[in-house]
């Protein structure tokens, strides 16, 4: 028997926990950092560049005169939030092999909150793999993919990449994911390990090094890596693990304070943060554990981005 209305009871230790739970495969979050809204549905504003037009001595006031006049363009964007809900049976037996009642919830909270996540990750790797969303985009063929370690030039790639945001966007990217299979095909590239040996680092530079060297040459704050992976398997069938995040990588400008009113590449808006409730279910003499998120993935302008494509 399916619970009533008002059997679930919000569980502020679990709703807590949900919302400090980390898992650093996970980057969806970083891609498109998090925003509260009050309302599931609604609109905001998009403004135009015309705060970077250059006036020249049009600007010039001269003594009593009035200053001159701008303006600006204003579209509208807007978000739909969704809910998506993961639940986790917790039987009596489970309680009595714990010292800590929260103990198994706490377990039951991490499984449902990593089923959220992952379905939230490949979502997002979709929708950015996708030429028709990311319209500044190049695709890699041949000799141009990174594992052809003779002939390709990510370097030129990556310069590209962030040309074509800064032109089409007038913000400079500060922010470079890179898919699990692209980033080791990157950092072994011939032509990176020899740009490291100038940085310092050896031939055998550690990740963390490469990063910072990352963000040193290309003047970047982030380096994001897709490790994530998911089971594409129907339930019941043998288990199928593949990367969510494959073969590409990313440039893009991303503001360091989420709000509706700054330029950003997007934003990941919720009207109902993590939360845990848990109900009881006699019956079956058991508690069920469900994880709610209602959130939107919300592109505010693709400008932002660049997909290189079938980096390898």
């Not at 994880?291 to 390898?312: E, G, H, P, T, W």
């Amino acid at each position: 028997m399916n619970p009533r209305v008002g059997d679930a009871k919000v569980d502020k230790i679990l709703s807590d926990f949900s919302q400090m739970y980390r898992n650093d495969d996970y980057i969806a979050e970083k891609i498109l950092p998090v925003l509260a809204v009050k309302e599931k549905t609604g609109k905001y504003a998009k403004y135009g560049k015309e705060n970077l037009r250059a006036y020249l001595g049009a600007i010039y006031r001269a003594p009593g005169t009035r200053a001159h006049s701008v303006d600006y363009s204003v579209s509208q964007g807007t978000y739909i939030c969704t809910e998506k809900a993961v639940e986790k049976i917790v039987p009596d037996e489970m309680y009595k092999n714990c010292d800590d009642p929260y103990d198994p919830e706490r377990d039951a909270t991490e499984v449902a909150m990593d089923n959220v996540s992952v379905n939230q990750e490949l979502a997002l790797s979709i929708y950015l793999s996708n030429t028709a969303n990311i319209t500044l985009n190049t695709t890699l063929s041949g000799t141009d993919k990174w594992s052809d370690k003779t002939n390709s030039d990510p370097m030129d790639d990556i310069d590209t990449a962030i040309a074509s945001v800064k032109s089409n966007g007038g913000r400079r990217p500060n922010v470079i994911v890179f898919a699990h299979n692209a980033w080791l095909a990157f950092k072994s590239h011939p032509d990176i390990r020899e740009q490291l040996k100038y940085s310092g680092a050896n031939g055998n530079a550690s990740d963390s090094q490469v990063m910072q060297w990352i963000k040193d040459y290309w003047r970047l704050e982030e380096v994001l890596i897709g490790e994530a992976v998911y089971n594409s398997a129907d339930a019941g069938q043998t288990d199928d693990l593949d990367d969510i995040w494959t073969n590409n990588v990313w440039v893009m400008y991303r503001s360091a304070k989420p709000s509706l009113m700054r330029a950003t590449f997007g934003l990941t808006l919720t009207d109902l943060p993590k939360q845990v409730d848990v109900y009881r279910e006699e019956s079956h003499v058991r508690n069920v554990v469900r994880v709610r998120y209602s959130y939107d993935q919300n592109v505010f302008d693709s400008n932002f981005c660049y997909l290189i494509k079938s980096a390898v």
